[in-house]
T-cell receptor
Framework: KQEVTQIPAALSVPEGENLVLNCSFT??????LQWFRQDPGKGLTSLLL?????REQTSGRLNASLDKSSGRSTLYIAASQPGDSATYLC????????????FGSGTRLLVRP | DADVTQTPRNRITKTGKRIMLECSQT?????MYWYRQDPGLGLRLIYY???????NKGEISDGYSVSRQAQAKFSLSLESAIPNQTALYFC???????????FGPGTRLTVL
């Protein structure tokens, strides 16, 4: 059974710092991996999606990497801003036809001005 | 207007009551999902639907039922609510071979 873990559960950094969020998964037979952002009182917003054949994806100040063989993904946020404060969730889709996402429990990020 | 809407946004009910949570989408996506989020546990899949005639159980379907009334509407019912169903419920739609998922704003349900 696939298990997705995110460490740390919470992170507080000063504005301007570069930071890395971690996601690990136990079964490497994934189809893709997504990083989401969740703001209080709002739904999830997809940030980046990495296919199993890809190593990384970039969008603005965000860079996500995937190492399928070791069961790890990282989300790198450059020059963090207070507006980046949110909970970040990773989710994997397995290589079957179910389209089901398996989520980690998230990292709650606070960027201090 | 939001692409994925959920009603109600907040609901407080009592044990044993029947509750329906509704989800509507204007994205034209065939795939729709219901998830539940509990503190510290991430999101878990309750039910999913690939089209109006295709409904499947997810990881935690016990105590829940769903109805796909149309391509744009997917409802989640709790036949007899119990306190451990207190959670944040999300509806999502999916599209494409990569199945990028788009989430609604969530419904906060409290069962007393």
């Amino acid at each position: 059974k696939q298990e997705v873990t995110q460490i740390p559960a919470a992170l507080s950094v000063p504005e301007g710092e570069n930071l890395v969020l971690n996601c690990s998964f136990t079964d490497s037979a994934i189809y893709n991996l997504q990083w989401f952002r969740q703001d209080p009182g709002k739904g999830l917003t997809s940030l980046l999606l990495i296919q199993s054949s890809q190593r990384e994806q970039t969008s603005g100040r965000l860079n996500a990497s995937l190492d399928k063989s070791s069961g790890r993904s990282t989300l790198y946020i450059a020059a963090s801003q207070p507006g980046d404060s949110a909970t970040y969730l990773c989710a994997v889709r397995m290589g079957d036809s179910s389209y089901k996402l398996i989520f980690g429990s998230g990292t709650r990020l606070l960027v201090r001005p | 207007d939001a692409d994925v809407t959920q009603t109600p946004r907040n609901r407080i009910t009592k044990t044993g009551k029947r509750i329906m949570l509704e989800c509507s989408q204007t994205k034209g996506h065939d795939r729709m999902y219901w998830y539940r989020q509990d503190p510290g546990l991430g999101l878990r899949l309750i039910y999913y639907s690939f089209d109006v005639k295709d409904i499947n159980k997810g990881e935690i379907s016990d105590g829940y039922s769903v109805s796909r009334q149309a391509q744009a509407k997917f409802s989640l019912s709790l036949e007899s609510a119990i306190p451990n169903q207190t959670a944040l419920y999300f509806c999502a739609t999916g599209t494409g071979w990569a199945d990028t998922q788009y989430f609604g704003p969530g419904t906060r349900l409290t069962v007393l």
